[in-house]
């Protein structure tokens, strides 16, 4: 039966868990093979729903035998959950327009759009005085900057196998956290694109660490966000961690969460020191306190 597009639009709703075994116990007496039995974690492990620019949305896909693949615009979603009910995790760029907005979902039976409503979300301006070295470009500074960023969108297109253990992060360092992200900001007066990740203030030295295991992707000394190590998570989700004063991991390691990649520092663009913790879903900015318990 045809269904209106509006009613498409479910977040995922709970499924007791006594009523998740049973259901996975009834589907596996069916027979269903072993790879269908896959289990993400819990929805209480997954980052908070929050459809806005800037925010992660979390769209129920429904139940299928293989997990849907499912795109926002070019760009491969996170799709986690089981065969009683998929969900996409979709990262919403902080550039979005807030009104409806589209995913496209491929399942066996062929290929769907998923609307879904992106609400408005108002961040305050920021105006910040620094050298005007930072702001008015040399022509030499200004190209290296270009070379940073066309490496930067090939390491942000990275996408690999979604991550296995729960989504929930722990901080990277001790420090106190700004509510910094999406500050529309201004240097010097001229505007710039909005701050795209979490600043903590910390010591120059605190040790900084994954907060999930990961794979490191990227490490190098950039212009504008100094000492910088890349971080792969799985599933198009990937942490970006600035201005770090050393680096104590190659691309290519391991870690686990928890375990230490660099110190804070305040290279490149800053300041004073801090660590700029960025984490992308999809290609898009989004907020890391969405991955925080608190
Ligand atoms: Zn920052």
Redesign the pocket.
């Known amino acids: 039966m045809p269904a209106c597009p509006d009613s498409e639009v479910r977040h995922s709703r709970p499924v007791t868990a006594s009523r998740r075994t049973w259901l996975l116990a009834a589907l596996a007496g069916a027979g269903l093979p072993r790879w269908a039995m896959a289990q993400s974690p819990a929805p209480e492990l997954w980052p908070r729903h929050e459809a806005v620019p800037g925010g992660v949305a979390r769209l129920d896909l429904g139940p299928a035998g293989m997990p849907p693949a499912a795109w926002a615009d070019d760009a491969p979603l996170l799709v986690v959950g089981d065969v009683i009910a998929w969900t996409a995790l979709v990262g919403i760029p902080l550039a979005a327009r807030p009104g409806e907005a589209r995913i496209r979902v491929r399942q066996a039976e062929g290929e769907r759009e998923l609307p879904y409503p992106i609400a408005p979300k108002r961040y305050t301006e920021q105006h910040l005085k620094v050298s005007p070295r930072t702001v008015d470009l040399s022509p030499e500074d200004l190209a290296r900057h270009e070379r940073e960023r066309t490496h930067q969108q090939q390491v942000i297109a990275t996408f690999s196998a979604p991550p296995a253990g729960e989504l929930r992060m722990r901080a990277p360092t001790a420090g106190r956290r700004s509510s910094?992200f999406g500050l529309r900001r201004f240097f010097n007066g001229q505007p710039r694109n909005p701050?795209s990740?979490m600043?903590i203030a910390a010591a120059t030295g605190t040790p900084v660490v994954a907060p999930l295991p990961a794979s490191v992707i990227d490490v190098g000394d950039y212009f504008f966000n100094g000492r910088t190590v890349w971080l792969d998570h799985g599933g198009g989700l990937l942490s970006m961690m600035?201005h770090l004063s050393r680096i104590d991991v190659r691309q290519g390691d391991r870690l686990a969460a928890g375990e230490r990649l660099g110190a804070v520092g305040a290279t490149g663009r800053v300041t004073g020191p801090?660590l700029?913790w960025t984490v992308s879903l999809n290609r898009a900015s989004v907020d890391p306190a969405l991955f925080l318990d608190s």
């Open positions: 910094s701050h990740g600043d600035c801090h700029h």
